[in-house]
C-alpha cells in the first residue's frame, strides 16, 4: 500500500462548478501538506501549504486537513478553464527542508 | 535566472548508454532535490542536497544512479548504461527552506 493514496481520474467537470480532490495517507507523522498543480510539459508549481488539521483559503482555492481521518481536500470554487490541469498533494513530517511523498497526481479537466 | 533550468529538455538515448542530466538551482536556494515522475506512478524521490551536508541518497534506485552538487549550486543527476524502465521525466527542484519551486524537467526515453 502506497503511504499516499490519490484518485487519478480523469475528473472532468463543467466551467463554473465546485471541484472536490482528495488524497489520503497512511503516516501519522505527515504534519505538512500542500497541493501542487502542473500543466502539461511543466513542472509541478505549488498552490497550497498548509500545516496540522484545519482550513486555509486563497481566492478560489480552499485546503482542507482532516488529521484524525488522515484525509486532505483541495476545493475550487468556480472553476475555470484554466485550472485544467494535474493536481499532486503532498506532506512530509517537518515543514523546513524535507523529502516530499506525493500522490500520483488528478488529472482535472474544466469543460467550457 | 528566475528559475530553475533543466537541460536538456527532452534526450532519447539508447539502452546501454550513459546519461547526463543537468539543473541549474535557484540562486541562493541551499536545498536541492530530485524526483522521477513515472505515468501513473506520481512523483518519485531519488536525492537531496542540502548545503555541504552528506547527501540524502535514499531513493536512488540502483547503483546506476548517482548524482553529485558542485560549489553547491549546479547538480548533475547520472544514469548509467540505461534501461527501459528509466524512460521518465526528471525533476529537480529548489528550495530556500520551505517550498521547493521546480524545474520543467528532462524526458528521458530509452529505446
Known amino acids: 500500500q502506497k503511504e499516499v493514496e490519490q484518485d487519478p481520474g480523469p475528473l472532468s467537470v463543467p466551467e463554473g462548478a465546485i471541484v472536490s480532490l482528495n488524497c489520503t495517507y497512511s503516516n501519522s507523522a505527515f504534519q505538512y501538506f500542500m497541493w501542487y498543480r502542473q500543466y502539461s510539459r511543466k513542472g509541478p508549481e505549488l498552490l497550497m501549504y498548509?500545516?496540522?488539521?484545519g482550513n486555509k483559503e486563497d481566492g478560489r482555492f480552499t485546503a482542507q486537513v482532516d488529521k484524525s481521518s488522515k484525509y486532505i481536500s483541495l476545493f475550487i470554487r468556480d472553476s475555470q478553464p484554466s485550472d485544467s490541469a494535474t493536481y499532486l498533494c503532498a506532506m512530509s513530517a517537518s515543514g523546513g527542508n524535507e523529502k516530499l511523498t506525493f500522490g500520483t497526481g488528478t488529472r482535472l479537466t474544466i469543460i467550457p | 535566472g528566475a528559475g530553475v533550468s533543466q537541460s536538456p529538455s527532452n534526450k532519447v538515448t539508447e539502452k546501454g548508454k550513459d546519461v547526463e542530466l543537468r539543473c541549474d538551482p535557484i540562486s541562493g536556494h541551499t536545498a536541492l532535490y530530485w524526483y522521477r515522475q513515472s505515468l501513473g506512478q506520481g512523483l518519485e524521490f531519488l536525492i537531496y542536497f542540502q548545503g555541504n551536508s552528506a547527501p540524502d541518497k535514499s531513493g536512488l534506485p540502483s547503483d546506476r544512479f548517482s548524482a553529485e552538487r558542485t560549489g553547491g549550486s549546479v547538480s548533475t543527476l547520472t544514469i548509467q548504461r540505461t534501461q527501459q524502465e528509466d524512460s521518465a521525466v526528471y525533476l529537480c527542484?529548489?528550495?530556500?527552506?520551505?517550498?521547493?519551486?521546480f524545474g520543467s524537467g528532462t524526458r528521458l526515453t530509452v529505446v
Open positions: 527542484a529548489s528550495s530556500p527552506g520551505s517550498g521547493y519551486t
Open positions: 498548509t500545516y496540522s488539521s
